[in-house]
């Protein structure tokens, strides 16, 4: 049976994802994949906070160029939209009504944009970031970036999702642009004593039987210090996992191997 793994959050720490992608006995001693027929998704947030984000996006599109043909795949997280609107529209203001000032790049700079990342990105690596999809399902786990229902205002099925939102990656307009961002940035939908349901809806809405996110570190939900996590956390119920290390703040890069899951 194919095996399936999973993993999240790099924010610019290419080092911890290569040394727990051999240790996941994914790759070999020289980081080239060796995971064979193994499928590995990307839940997002290669950028940001960390300081070499380039570094990750380069690693793992080697590793999709050396892995067979669809075993690696990655889901956009809300810090690819931020770097890509970095990008794109610079310190434009964003219309709206309240009375501060928004841009991307006020937001970049408040959430750990790195210069070198956006002085080396380059346009092929624009154009590719710009076709991964948000949502995914494999082996029975609905697999996304956020913590977040917001992913239904774009359709009610994970195909329409995807096209919704990647038609809107491909205009220029910043309104849109910023409404992407702001989806993606909101978290915690599936904790406290609502978060099964929400998490039952979604999916029963998108399919599935255990949503697998990133985006929020399981250490905080947790209350303990990133760098004691061992292991993601199941929650909601069951129906969802955590999978965010928090890497960035001296936790680990979860290399997650989900089970498979049949329907009842
Ligand atoms: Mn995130």
């Given at each position: 049976m194919t095996r399936v793994f999973a993993v999240s959050d790099?924010?610019?720490?290419p080092e911890k994802l290569t040394a727990a992608l051999r240790d996941a006995g994914l790759t070999d001693a020289d980081g080239n994949w060796a995971g064979e027929d193994a499928r590995l998704w990307f839940l997002g947030?290669?950028?940001?906070?960390?300081?070499?984000g380039i570094g990750v996006l380069r690693y793992v599109r080697g590793l999709i160029e050396q892995?067979?043909?669809?075993?690696i795949e990655m889901l956009l997280g809300n810090h690819e939209i931020l770097a890509l609107g970095m990008r794109k529209f610079d310190d434009t203001f964003v219309p709206h009504d309240g009375i501060t000032l928004r841009s991307f790049e006020r937001s970049w700079a408040l959430n750990g944009g790195q210069d070198r990342d956006q002085e080396l990105l380059t346009d092929d690596e624009t154009d590719w970031l710009l076709d991964r999809p948000m949502l995914a399902l494999d082996a029975g786990h609905l697999l996304?970036?956020?913590?977040?229902?917001?992913?239904?205002e774009w359709g009610d099925s994970i195909d329409a999702i995807n096209a919704a939102a990647s038609t809107e990656l491909h205009s220029d307009d910043i309104e849109v642009w910023w409404e992407i961002w702001r989806r993606m940035t909101s978290r915690y939908a599936f904790r406290g004593d609502g978060g099964p349901e929400i998490a039952r809806i979604m999916l029963q809405h998108l399919g599935g039987q255990r949503i697998v996110h990133g985006h929020s570190i399981v250490a905080d939900q947790l209350g303990?210090?990133?760098?004691?996590l061992t292991d993601p956390l199941l929650y909601a119920d069951g129906l969802v996992l955590g999978i965010d290390g928090g890497a960035f703040d001296g936790g680990p890069c979860l290399v997650v191997e989900l089970e498979e899951l049949t329907a009842e």
């Open positions: 790099i924010h610019g720490h947030d290669f950028f940001d906070r960390g300081p070499d892995a067979p043909d669809g075993a996304m970036h956020s913590d977040t229902a917001e992913y239904i303990i210090d990133p760098q004691y």
